[in-house]
């Protein structure tokens, strides 16, 4: 586990393919760029479980744990949806995290079979492993942070890797068709031409008119492919795509926060001195006034609190105030208010038994959605 918290940040890419599988990006937006591109989540998996519509891909991490084999290459990949009535206080149901994993050799990339070396190949927070003979492992499961009752998940993830930079492998399999409009695993096909795939029947019907009926006769009659079409069957669907890139926080934030905590503390004692004395009884010595009073300092006290931890968020922020992600492996999540704080009996238990811990959380507008994952290498 890194010791310290990183940042994440978007940018333009240089070139399209750093955002593909085979450069194992970290990225926002766009269509997933899928590790494991033949075991992919159902469209039931992706559905919002409030609507039941598809939810939109935010954002994908890559979270490799070099130094277990069966987890070489690791990505989070995070879903939304976009409907603003299903996302509720202190519910998780508008969102859905997955995670992918494989071993370095696998049936999807080429593996070099050399050693990785130097800070060009390290990831964040974790060390370099050589090539391992360990069988591919096929996990895709399901989690989701805040909520006990959502699907149990498997695992969680190290380092977040700015990017790739020995080069793309080469994928080597078979990969899964994928929703034309989405990016998403498609089962279903247009009936008509046979040819373009989808994850469901909304997906469909919106693709169909953006414009796959001009083009639907010419690609059943062979007279066209999908890559020929002059419409983008993403419209309104998927968000504006970026390069996520990592750096770590800077040490004046936590510093600051060190020190503002100590002096705030020192405060509130020096409060709780000046309540006990009873020197404010001199203001108002009788009975029903004592009452309104230790009922006013229980209402400041908790206010104080909760501005406390507000005005720690903000500081904190200020210093890189373009985050989008907050990394630490075994850390704990910023919060902006400690109403509605996850307590332990919130986050349910990995499949093995085992206590998730935290992993990153991300800047969602109003909302902060955080991946709890278990220590666990399955």
Known sequence: MTGKVELGFVEKAECP??????????????????LDPTHLPTSEQTACRVCGLPRTFLLQVYAPLEDTPSAFHRTFFLFMCLNPSCHQKNSA????????????????????????????????????TGATSEPRVDIFSTQTCF????????????AVSESLKQGPSTVVAE???????????????CSRCRTVHYCSRHHQTLDWRNGHKLFCSDLAGGRCKQQDVTYDPSYRVCLPEFLLVMEEEPAAAMEEEEGVDRGEEDRMRDYHKFVKSGKYHDHDASRSGKKRVESVMEKAESGTMSD????????????????????????????????????????????????????????????QPAAHSCACPL
């Open 147 to 158: 909520s006990p009752s959502q699907p149990e998940a498997v695992d969680g993830s190290t």
């Open 175 to 189: 990969p899964t068709p994928l929703c034309v409009v989405c990016g998403s695993a498609g089962p279903k096909k």
């Open 93 to 128: 149901h508008g969102f859905s995290v997955f995670r992918c994993q494989l071993p370095k050799t696998n049936s999807f990339y080429e593996d070099s079979g050399e050693e990785s070396s130097g800070d060009e190949s390290a990831s964040i927070g974790s060390e370099s």
């Open 17 to 34: 393919e750093e955002l593909t599988s085979p450069y194992f990006p970290s990225k926002v937006g766009g269509r997933p760029a899928w």
């Open 308 to 367: 406390k931890v507000f005005r720690a968020f903000r500081r904190r922020v200020s210093f890189e105030p373009e985050q989008v992600i907050r990394y630490r492996r075994g850390g704990v999540p910023l919060l902006v208010s400690r109403d509605g704080a996850p307590q332990a009996a919130d986050i349910p238990p990995c499949l093995c038994g085992a206590k998730r811990q935290f992993e990153f959380q991300v800047w969602c507008y109003s909302c």
